[in-house]
Each structure stands twice: as C-alpha cells, then as structure tokens.
C-alpha cells in the first residue's frame, strides 16, 4: 500500500543543536518533494521544494535531502532556535499530478532554551 | 500582499444541515485548492480549480461535496447535508503559476468545522 511516514513522536532538541526530521515514502515515485512548516490554528507555511533529479536544497539555516533510492527525504534545522517549535510536514507530489501534494501527517518540533 | 482568506475561521453545525465555506486566493493565482485535514490525520486533497474550471476533483468525497469557482475568483465549498464524519479543518491554497507541479502553495489559515 501507498504510504508516507513521518517521525510520529515529537522531537524535542535543545537550542543552537540540529534538528533532522524524516520522511519515508512507500509505493510513490515522486517528481519532487515539498516541506511546510505549520503552527497551531494555522496553514501551512512551504519552506523547500526538492526535485527527484537533485540530492540536496539548502535555504539559509535549513537543509533538505532526497535519496529516491532509499525513497527517503531528510530536513534538517541548524542552530534551531525555541521560535523553529512548530510541526513540519513533508509532501509528495507525483509526475503529472499538478500540484495535488500528498501530505504526511508531520512532525512536531519542540525546541528548548 | 495579502493572502489567502477564509472564512468563516469557525464552524458549528448540527448534522444534516448546510455549510458554505468561502476562499479567496491571493489576488492574480490562478490556481486555487481545497484540502482537509480530518480526525487529526493528515491533510488531504480534494480539489484543484485553474481559474474557473475543475482541474482535478479526484478527492472530493461524495456528492454532498459541491465546489463552485464562479469567474475564477473566489472559491466557496458546499456540504449539504452534513455528517458527523465531514468534521475537520479545511483549508484553501492557492498559487501563481501554470498549475503543472513544482509549485510552491499559498495556504489559508482553514476553516475548523464540527458538526454535531
């Protein structure tokens, strides 16, 4: 079956450490990959695309990878900071399939001082 | 700029009756999407207008569901009637470009709708 796993416990660093949340997928062949960041009682809020031909996307202190072989995308917050407390959810999207994203169901980030 | 509005931000309704929920996307995105997230699992696609036609209904969950894009600007979504399992928070998104993928989305803050 179709599936997208994300990291179902909380994460919970201290601040100025880095913060690495997974994304595995299962029976998706992806054209590229989506990370938002969501905040309670809000929408979210997209953060990084990453094409299935590309290995890595960095955006200031974020970082994302995507190894199609090992159906895996890692995002990665450096020097995270208690305002980076938010859940991040990753998505698919399909060749062909416009831009309806296939959405995991997030991780909640806890950043401590 | 402002960005992608709904409303109403909040919903209760008994079961079986009627609700409108509105979008307005950010001025000049052709694209418009409405997705729900419901039971605490994960967001969920339903529908993709590129001006005022459907381009992708394919998750729309019955026909108690009626989208509507009149003169590709708004966006309103219809559930008549209403059931318990319809609770959940709907979102709109929106965004700029041809529609074709690789497309970063504009989301609003959703639509929390109960039904009792």
């Known amino acids: 079956s179709q599936k997208i796993e994300q990291n179902s416990e909380a994460l919970n660093i201290q601040e100025g450490k880095t913060a690495t949340l997974t994304c595995n997928y299962t029976?998706?062949?992806?054209?590229?990959l989506q990370w938002y960041r969501q905040d309670p009682g809000r929408g979210p809020v997209f953060l990084l695309l990453?094409?299935?031909?590309?290995k890595e996307k960095r955006k200031e202190r974020l970082k994302v990878t995507f190894d199609t072989t090992l159906k895996q995308s890692l995002f990665h917050i450096t020097a995270s900071q208690p305002a980076d407390s938010a859940t991040y959810l990753c998505?698919?999207?399909?060749?062909?399939?416009?831009?309806?994203?296939?959405f995991g169901a997030g991780t909640r980030l806890a950043v401590h001082p | 700029e402002a960005g992608v509005t709904q409303f109403p931000s909040h919903s209760v309704i008994e079961k079986g009756q009627t609700v409108t929920l509105r979008c307005d996307p950010i001025s000049g995105h052709d694209n418009l999407y409405w997705y729900r997230r419901v039971m605490g699992k994960e967001i969920k696609f339903l529908l993709h207008f590129v001006k005022e036609s459907k381009q992708d209904e394919s998750g729309m969950p019955n026909n108690r569901f009626l989208a509507e894009r009149t003169g590709g600007t708004y966006s309103t979504l219809k559930v008549q009637p209403a059931e318990l399992e319809d609770s959940g928070v709907y979102f709109c998104?929106?965004?700029?470009?041809?529609?074709?993928?690789?497309?970063?989305?504009?989301f609003g803050s959703g639509t929390q709708l109960s039904v009792l």
């Open positions: 029976n998706y062949s992806p054209a590229y």
């Open positions: 998505a698919l999207g399909l060749s062909g399939g416009y831009n309806k994203l296939i």
């Open positions: 998104a929106s965004s700029p470009g041809a529609g074709q993928g690789y497309e970063k989305l504009f």
């Open positions: 990453i094409r299935e031909n590309e």
